[in-house]
């Protein structure tokens, strides 16, 4: 193998990350690595406790001798051309620092690092330094753009890197350190980064939502839009157009309770905001729920749901 300069490694990795996101069709936060495996009929994610069991061994044995204190590693049966992802889940781990070790595991396969390079597992003491090194600084590099792309993240207008680690899944002091170091050096925009932010598209839609702020993913990053002017007399009954607001001109739906951008009641049963956020989502622009009349807040849809929610 030979070593290119970090930047040109640095590049060749960042293409294979976006081309990664895209072969497995991920579009949302955060990622998960199990679905992923999944689609690969030659990977296997084993547990510490699992591959204990399959070789008749005590765990101690397998963190000790086959893990050696790492957190993940990955074996490649040549013949069988076959993968297994192992990962130590022990309760010191916390679920963002075992998120990471698995894209990192996951990292090493699909840069070709094993098969490449003739080797059954990456393990420090069987390798030159410089090789190790470098296979981890790319399987780290790998991990941090395939979690928590920096190009998506300008896509969010998120440059804090707490909420970045929060949104992505690796609130983990280790974890986080490890994508601040693999992420810190890269400053090129490459063009398979604007297809990557076109496939999050749906991800990062502004919408407003009816919740309590306490509730939502980052909270810091949830804003309200200023309630339209009133006019000085609603319009007048004949006037007035079905779908639009007599007392600010907004727009609202035909069966909406409230005006979504003065927050008046439009039916004359119904005069209070409800106490409780309903959940309904709106248009980016709405400053009130149209459903209960309650403030609401803008934020990016993948903030708060689940993909199969649109
Ligand atoms: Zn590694
Ligand atoms: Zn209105
Ligand atoms: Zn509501």
Not at 288 to 306: D, N
Request: proline content about 4%; glycine content about 4%; hydrophobic content about 35%.
């Amino acid at each position: 193998m030979h070593f290119p300069n970090s930047s040109d490694r640095a590049l060749r990795v960042f293409g294979y990350a976006h081309q990664f996101l895209r072969e497995h069709n991920i579009h949302w936060l955060p990622i998960n690595p199990e679905d992923i495996i999944n689609m690969h009929s030659n990977w296997t994610l084993k547990y510490v406790h699992q591959l204990a069991d399959e070789i008749k061994v005590t765990e101690r044995h397998v963190l000790d001798h086959v893990m050696r204190s790492q957190d993940g590693l990955s074996m490649y049966d040549v013949k069988a051309d076959k993968y297994d992802i192992l990962i130590n889940a022990a309760d010191d781990k916390s679920p963002g620092r075992i998120l990471w070790t698995k894209l990192h595991e996951i990292g090493h396969i699909y840069l070709g690092h094993l098969q490449d390079n003739h080797l059954t597992q990456i393990v420090e003491d069987e390798l030159p330094q410089e090789l190790y090194d470098q296979m981890e600084f790319e399987a780290d590099m790998f991990a941090g753009e395939v979690l928590a792309s920096k190009w998506l993240m300008r896509s969010l207008d998120i440059y804090d890197e707490k909420a970045i680690t929060t949104i992505c899944g690796i609130s983990d002091t280790a974890a986080h350190n490890r994508y601040i170091k693999a992420t810190e050096d890269y400053d090129f925009v490459p063009a398979n980064a604007i297809l990557t932010q076109a496939r999050f598209s749906e991800y990062c839609k502004e919408i407003t939502v009816c919740m309590n702020k306490d509730d939502m993913l980052v909270a810091e990053l949830a804003v309200q839009n200023p309630p339209r002017a009133k006019y000085v007399k609603p319009k007048a009954k004949f006037l007035r157009r079905s779908g639009e607001c007599p007392y600010c001109g907004g727009r609202h739906s035909i069966g909406a309770n409230f005006c979504p951008y003065c927050g008046t009641a439009l039916k004359s049963y119904q005069k209070d905001a409800k106490s409780e956020p309903c959940g309904n989502r709106q248009d980016a622009n709405a400053a009130f729920c149209e459903q209960c009349g309650r403030p609401v807040f803008r934020t990016r849809q993948g903030f708060c749901f689940e993909e199969c929610e649109i």
